[in-house]
């Protein structure tokens, strides 16, 4: 408890869906390696009922992410971490919550995650999957839906010059649900902006979708995924090997 821990917390945010407690072999491998894990309950996910829900829809998206920076604040003032081993991960619709977290608060966070995720919310209704998150976030045809689709937009919040963490951006080749060129113009613009000298990845799966049942191929990823989380928190474990 003194900031010198690696944290890893993940949040959603969206559809009313509850993160729930659960054993996940995903998360128990970063408790092995001694890391701080954290769920953060956002505003628009269901965890204390519809109208928590409601409060992260449409115009009032903005709550999402900021309840996912006010609950990273808190592990970084209670000190189970400091903003240098702070790793923040959205998926899917937790692309809203992890891009614009990172975009509001760069200097907050040591690495970002952002798996499969609705970053360029302006443009998704253009995907095959478009008009079926209308009524979560909002339609382009609806002129009281502009604003709140521009300010969930993570892509477009990117700015040139800013010291952005490392990010790892990962897509599906053949994702139906966030098709691969928004996550893949998510990383070429923090690619072409940061000034932070981190790396920022694409990692792309070419075989598979939004998700996978291949088992193999799961692990692969977040081994790949997760050693260059820890790489970047510097963790012991995860340096490459000096010459």
Not at 20 to 26: G, I, K, L, Q, V
Not at 69 to 86: F, R
Not at 187 to 205: D, F, G, I, M, R
């Amino acid at each position: 408890m003194d900031g010198s821990t690696p944290a890893y917390i993940t949040g959603y945010g969206g559809y009313g869906i509850s993160s729930t407690p659960r054993f996940s072999n995903r998360l128990s491998v970063l408790l092995e390696q001694g890391v701080v894990v954290a769920i953060a309950h956002v505003r628009g996910g269901g965890e204390k009922g519809e109208n928590w829900h409601k409060d992260g829809m449409k115009a009032k998206k903005p709550n999402t992410w900021k309840d996912f920076i006010a609950c990273s604040e808190y592990l970084v003032d209670q000190k189970y971490t400091s903003p240098s081993k702070l790793i923040g991960n959205g998926v899917s619709m937790g692309g809203v919550l992890i891009g614009r977290a990172i975009t509001e608060r760069p200097d907050l966070f040591a690495v970002a995650i952002a798996e499969v995720g609705m970053t360029n919310a302006l443009r998704s209704q253009n995907s095959a999957n478009g008009d079926n998150q209308i009524p979560e976030i909002g339609s382009i045809k609806k002129a009281e839906d502009i604003k709140s689709l521009i300010e969930m937009d993570a892509q477009s919040k990117v700015k040139k010059g800013v010291k952005y963490p490392a990010v790892i951006v990962r897509t599906g080749m053949n994702d139906s649900r966030i098709t691969p060129w928004e996550p893949a113009k998510f990383a070429a613009v923090l690619q072409n902006s940061t000034a932070s000298e981190k790396p920022v990845l694409l990692y792309v799966n070419y075989e598979n979708g939004h998700f996978t049942s291949d088992l193999d191929v799961v692990f692969k990823e977040y081994s790949d995924i997760f050693a260059f989380a820890l790489w970047q928190v510097g963790h012991p474990k995860f340096q490459p090997a000096k010459k």
